[in-house]
C-alpha cells in the first residue's frame, strides 16, 4: 500500500488549505487513517484520525478548524484545515493501519505565515 499525501503550501492566517491522503488500494473503508505533523525538534503530533467506520477524533488544538472527512470511491482521506494559525506550520503526514501494519505517507509541508 502507497499513501500519497498532497495540497500542502503557503497561506496567510486565517486561510484555508485542503491536505489529500491517496491510497494506491482500496483501504480506507478497512483501516484507521490519520493525519500526523511534526516540526524540527519536536515528536510527530496526532492531528486528526478516522476509523473505518467514520469514527473521528481530533487534537484539541485543532478542533472547530480542521476536519477529517474520507471518499471511498476515489480513495482518498482529505483534511480541510480552516482558520490556519502560524502554529500550525509543520510537515503534516497521513498515515493508516490496516491489520496492524502501518502505513506512512511522504509529509507535504504547510506554512501559515502571519
Known amino acids: 500500500v502507497q499513501l500519497q499525501a498532497s495540497g500542502g503550501g503557503l497561506v496567510q492566517a486565517g486561510g484555508s488549505l485542503r491536505l489529500s491522503c491517496t491510497a494506491s488500494e482500496r483501504i480506507f473503508s478497512i483501516s484507521g487513517t490519520g493525519w500526523y505533523r511534526q516540526v524540527p525538534g519536536k515528536q510527530r503530533e496526532l492531528v486528526a484520525g478516522?476509523?473505518?467506520?467514520?469514527?473521528?477524533n481530533y487534537a484539541d488544538s485543532v478542533k472547530g478548524r480542521f476536519t477529517i472527512s474520507r471518499d471511498g470511491a476515489k480513495n482518498v482521506v482529505y483534511l480541510q484545515m480552516n482558520s490556519l494559525k502560524p502554529e500550525d506550520t509543520a510537515v503534516y503526514f497521513c498515515?493508516?493501519?490496516?491489520?496492524?501494519?502501518?502505513?506512512w505517507g511522504q509529509g507535504t509541508q504547510v506554512t501559515v505565515s502571519s
Open positions: 478516522i476509523t473505518s467506520i467514520g469514527s473521528t
Open positions: 498515515t493508516s493501519v490496516i491489520m496492524s501494519r502501518q502505513y
